[in-house]
Nanobody, 115 residues
């Protein structure tokens, strides 16, 4: 019923920037956009950043100071601004949303950083 579509990934040189987007659609009710996760081949999916309406965003230590999460609730879109990219940031990035009691994942968008 709910669809999340990530976009904005690609190939970028180390030190460069990308902005990821996650657009939510297909639901008659408001969807709570939670945050971004990433997964490299053969590794577990890990938290990158989360956002809420009751406090400041949370970031993984590895991206703190380089990434910024923000959302447009009217457009039902979640963003991740990624600056000073490193080769270690190479992964598939996934958007997470929730409409209690169900959580939803997008299909992911690939980010590859060359050194």
């Amino acid at each position: 019923q709910v669809q999340l579509v990530e976009s904005g990934g690609g190939l970028v040189q180390a030190g460069g920037s990308l902005r990821l987007s996650c657009a939510a659609s297909g639901s008659p009710v408001s969807i709570n956009l939670i945050g971004w996760y990433r997964q490299a081949p053969g590794k577990e999916r890990e938290l990158v950043a989360t956002i809420s309406s009751v406090g400041p965003p949370n970031y993984a230590d590895s991206v703190k100071g380089r990434f910024t999460i923000f959302r447009d609730n009217f457009k039902k879109t979640l963003y991740l601004q990624m600056n000073s990219l490193k080769s270690e940031d190479t992964a598939r990035y996934y958007c997470l949303a929730r409409a209690i009691p169900t959580s939803y994942w997008g299909q992911g968008t690939q980010v590859t950083v060359s050194s």
